[in-house]
Structures are given as structure tokens and as C-alpha cells.
């Protein structure tokens, strides 16, 4: 099977129906795609991915403009079809010569292993060993049709977590998360919604890299193409300098060979029946060994300790808690010299493309809708060092803003997560002291708190960064005192809804009476605190509407209309 030519991937259409057809990856170029229609969540991620970089080795554009070109007069099918048919050679899944993302030699020296080996959350050797595959079991995937082998290698690649000695890592770290730019309005064809994440030969690229035309047999961008760069011995690693400025998108630090079975059967992934299967692969040590200052372009990093600019920054991941608002300065605001921030790539330069197009080009709203109205879709895995945990997708806003406006929206944004987040921590001590009698001896996790908090207020806060985005387009900007106050009615009424909800939910210690005496004293100090009581205990609502020039004390606004529109 050819990767480029052969019909394996799921494409939806827009017809009322979703009506979903297998076709070859030039299908993207179809006005009448959609999107994808992968059966599992890790593989729509990798499948955008790999289409993403697909497009990014196919049809790099020289710059900016030519950029914008494509984006306003997209390839037909045919052209595209012309366009990747140079690199065909390097993805063939199986055969005699190189296969896609598997190793040259066909590890006859390795014992075969299962399939199942490839997913990223499949119980490993120790799980199945000593029994603790209690939640994913073992044996659920045992035969695998040949697309969906191949999401499952590609997913594995460029997601690799940590393994073991020997196993090595992806390039951008284990379980990294992905930061996309999609148009505001989902039902844009599938290429308006992937090529905003292309970027030009002059920024796509690292430091110390050079730009040349990619080939396909080039094993500087191909590892596959020719023998393993095996990584035994000190001296092995792979720096970014080594390797084509794409590279990062086809990294390859597994060995794997898929063994393809002449047994027909049913896929257990996506139920369609396979004439020739995987059910069975080999895997080697000692895969490429990445080191250095990898920074993929899809991949937020960002720096332990802003200070130590020699310290090599790590990419962000997905934690416990899930991903939200709080999480959005970090993932599309710059800030290396202080928390350490460092967005994708892909995220930066889209906003300086935005400031490039409004001084060098006329092309009428078409553009000004392409970078003002967009979105951000953040997903990746939350791992334990080998184990998952969860996979987290969101999209959020993505406000673009003039350069030197940055830092006031910044500023803006965390002015208002610290208040959330102050009154989150607040909410989740005031529900101990209401479920315990001893609050401070108490233990356990306490983030399904967190979570239900930020996810009540994110609307809230993704409503007022567009008010944000709005201010700053002033030549004086300033954020309203309604915008402040708005977002401070919302924590405040989601705080006390939550509190409500779950303070006689909790573990019931003692009498009734004294359960009731809790819950009161902690609801009354609650209150207090939100309505900026007293001069210690009110302090932070306090400052926050003394910054945001609003009244605390103002008339209360009936709930319909506090409520957003």
C-alpha cells in the first residue's frame, strides 16, 4: 500500500449526511471535504498532522505572499496528485525496499510482538505481567488492517513516550501536545482549515539548518530511506543541525517492521475486513536518539528557569486536570524572559504573517477573516512517564494583536486567570473545611474541584479575551470596567453554585448538626471573600475591582441578564 496514491484515508463530506469515503490524502484538496473521520482521537490528531506535513514537504511556500496565494487559489486534486507524486518512493507501508517510518532491515533477530504494541495507551510487558491492566486491557487489539497499521505507526513516532532503556523518545518529548490553527467557522473545507498550519521555507526551519528542496530520497529528511541511525554508543545523537529543516515532521525514533499477514480478518480498530492485516510486528532498541534544541513547529516549550537561557527548553504536555483557559497565555502569548512561555511556532508566525499581510497587502476581508477569526486546537496525550493517563482536546480563541500590544494582552489575560485561580483554590479549602472536620489533616486529590471551576468560567473568560482583542485595536487601549466586572460576577456565581453542589456531597463526618455548622461557616467565609469582605479576607476581589474601576457594592444584576448571551 502507497500512502500517497492508494485510497486509505476517511474523508467527511459536508453533505447533511456526513457521508464518509476512503480516498488518497489529495482528497484534502476536495472543496467538498470536511474533515477526517479517524476511529480513535490520538489517530484524527496524527492524521492531521501527517497531512499537515504532507503539504509541508510537497508545497512549501517561498514566503509570506506565496503563502497567501495558495491559501486564496488552492491546488485542484490533480495538482496536488502532481505535486506529491515525487515523493511516492518514500511511502510504500510495505515491500522489498524502504517502508514508511519502519527500519531498512527487517530485524529477522527480534522476536515477533503484537500489534497491539503500537497504541500508545496498550497495557505494556510489566502491565500484562503483573496483572494491572485493570482499566485498558490487554488482547482488545489483536488484528489491525493495513490504514489503520499505518496511523498507529505514525502516531507512535511522532508521540513517542518513554519506553525503557534503549526505547527511545520522540523528537519533541513523550506525549506532546499539539497546537493548531483552524478558521472560526468549522464548516470551511478541509485545506482552508489545514494550510493555515503551513509555514514558508524562511520560517519553517531552525537555527543552524539549511533549506534545500526535499526529495525523496533524502535520509536527512527520511530516516527510512536508508539504514537505522542506530544510537548504541555516546556521540550517536541526532541534532538538529544533522537533518533537513522538515525533518520534524517525519521523525523516527522507533524501529519498527509491520509484518503483514496473508490471513484475511476483521480490524479491530475500525472494523473493516483486511485482505492482508498486522497482526504481529517486530521492534529493535536503539532507535535515531534526538538531542539539542529540538523545537517542532506544531509544539509548545517552554524554559524551567527563564534565567538559564543555556538550559534546553522542554515542550509543554498534557496534565491532570485537563486542559482550559489557564493554560492559554502559555500556549499563544511569547514569554520567554519570564514565565518562560514559548507557543508553537506555527502559532508566532501566523500572528506575524497577520502584521506582514497588513502592510504589504490590499486583498479585502477574505484576509482579515483568515487572522482575525480563529481558533486554537490544543491536543495531546497526559502521561505518566510511560503510562497515559488521558487524552485532552480543546480549542480555545486565538487573538491576534498588533506586536507591540503583546504584552498588555498579556498582562490583561493573567490579571484574569490569577483571580480564577485565587478563588478556585479558595472554593476547593473552603469545601474541605465543609466535608472535614480536621481540614488540614485531609487528604486526597481535590482537582476534580479545579476542573469542574475552570471549565464552569471558561466561556466567561474566552468572551472577555475577545473583548481584550477588541481594546487593543484602540490607538489608547484600555479593558472596560464592564468587561472586569462581568468576569468577576461569573467566578463568583459559578464559585458559590459549585460550593452549593458540593459541600453536602462530601464525606459526612459526625452529627448532622455539625456537618450543617460547617457547611455555614464555610459558605459565610466564602461569601465573605468573594464580595471582598474585611481587609485580609477580601483582599484579592478587592484589588482586582479597585485595577478594574468597578464597585464591588453595585446593585445586584438579575441572572438572566448576568448570564452570557
Not at 174 to 186: A, M, N, Q, V, Y
Not at 253 to 258: A, I, V
Not at 425 to 450: C, H, V, Y
Not at 506 to 518: D, S, V
Request: glycine share 8%.
Amino acid at each position: 500500500m502507497n500512502l500517497l496514491t492508494d485510497p486509505w484515508l476517511p474523508f467527511r463530506y459536508r453533505d447533511g449526511d456526513g457521508r464518509i469515503a476512503y480516498r488518497p490524502p489529495s482528497a484534502l484538496a476536495d472543496p467538498n471535504v470536511l474533515d477526517l473521520a479517524l476511529p480513535r482521537a490520538d489517530f484524527q490528531g496524527a492524521a492531521w498532522q501527517f497531512l499537515i506535513a504532507l503539504l509541508q514537504t510537497a508545497m512549501t511556500p517561498k514566503n509570506t505572499d506565496a503563502w497567501l496565494d495558495y491559501y486564496q487559489t488552492p491546488p485542484s486534486m490533480a495538482k496536488l496528485d502532481d505535486l506529491l507524486a515525487p515523493f511516492a518512493s518514500a511511502f510504500e507501508l510495505d515491500g522489498d525496499g524502504p517502508r514508511f517510518m519502519q527500519d531498512l532491515d527487517p530485524l529477522d533477530d527480534v522476536k515477533d510482538a503484537p500489534v497491539a504494541g503500537l497504541l500508545i495507551d496498550s497495557p505494556g510487558a510489566n502491565g500484562i505481567k503483573n496483572n494491572t491492566d485493570f482499566f485498558v486491557k490487554r488482547g482488545r487489539v489483536e488484528t489491525a488492517c493495513p490504514e489503520c497499521a499505518a496511523l498507529a505507526l505514525y502516531t507512535m513516532q511522532i508521540n513517542a513516550p518513554a519506553g525503557g532503556a534503549g526505547i527511545r523518545v520522540g523528537l519533541r518529548g513523550g506525549g506532546p501536545l499539539t497546537t493548531l490553527i483552524l478558521p472560526e467557522d468549522d464548516s470551511k473545507p478541509l485545506w482552508a482549515r489545514l494550510w493555515p498550519n503551513v509555514m514558508p521555507a524562511d520560517a519553517v526551519g531552525q537555527p543552524g539548518q539549511t533549506w534545500r528542496a526535499p526529495e525523496a530520497c533524502d535520509s536527512d529528511l527520511f530516516f527510512w530511506m536508508k539504514d537505522t541511525r542506530v544510537s548504541d554508543k555516546k556521540g550517536t545523537e541526532v541534532l538538529p543541525e544533522q537533518v533537513h529543516p522538515l525533518h520534524a515532521f517525519w521523525s523516527m525514533p522507533r524501529r519498527y517492521r509491520l509484518l503483514f499477514d496473508e490471513t484475511p480478518g476483521e480490524c479491530d480498530l475500525c472494523g473493516r475486513e483486511a485482505t492482508h492485516p498486522v497482526r504481529r510486528l517486530r521492534a529493535k532498541k536503539q532507535g535515531a536518539n534526538y538531542d539539542g534544541p529540538w523545537r517542532h513547529p506544531l509544539t509548545p516549550y517552554r524554559r524551567l528557569n527563564p534565567k538559564k537561557l543555556d538550559e534546553l527548553p522542554l515542550s509543554s504536555k498534557g496534565q491532570p486536570g485537563g486542559l482550559g483557559y489557564r493554560h492559554w497565555p502559555g500556549l499563544v502569548l511569547e514569554d520567554e524572559a519570564v514565565s518562560g512561555a514559548l507557543p508553537a511556532r506555527v502559532v508566532t508566525h501566523h500572528l506575524q504573517k497577520y502584521r506582514q499581510v497588513e502592510a504589504a497587502r490590499d486583498d479585502g476581508e477574505a484576509f482579515e477573516a483568515l487572522f482575525k477569526r480563529t481558533r486554537l486546537w490544543v491536543f495531546g496525550y497526559d502521561m505518566d512517564n510511560m503510562k497515559p493517563r488521558g487524552w485532552y482536546s480543546v480549542e480555545m480563541p486565538l487573538v491576534g494583536v498588533p506586536e507591540g500590544q503583546q504584552e498588555t494582552l498579556r498582562g490583561w489575560a493573567k490579571r484574569f486567570v490569577d483571580l480564577a485561580s485565587e478563588i478556585s483554590w479558595t472554593l476547593r479549602n473552603q469545601l474541605k473545611r465543609a466535608w472535614f472536620k480536621r481540614p488540614e489533616d485531609a487528604k486526597g486529590d481535590m482537582s476534580q474541584i479545579d476542573a469542574q471551576f475552570f471549565e464552569a468560567t471558561q466561556l466567561a473568560f474566552f468572551s472577555a479575551l475577545r473583548e481584550m482583542g477588541e481594546a487593543l485595536l484602540d490607538e489608547t487601549p484600555m479593558l472596560s470596567p464592564e468587561t472586569h466586572r462581568q468576569w468577576y460576577l461569573a467566578l463568583k456565581r459559578e464559585t458559590v453554585a459549585l460550593f452549593d453542589a458540593q459541600a453536602i456531597s462530601g464525606p459526612l463526618e459526625g452529627m448532622k448538626m455539625q456537618q450543617l455548622e460547617r457547611i455555614t461557616s464555610a459558605r459565610r467565609y466564602l461569601l465573605a471573600y468573594l464580595n471582598g469582605s474585611g481587609k485580609k479576607v477580601g483582599k484579592t476581589v478587592q484589588t482586582f475591582a479597585e485595577i478594574g474601576d468597578f464597585d464591588l457594592k453595585a446593585p445586584r444584576i438579575e441572572r438572566n441578564e448576568e448570564s452570557p448571551a
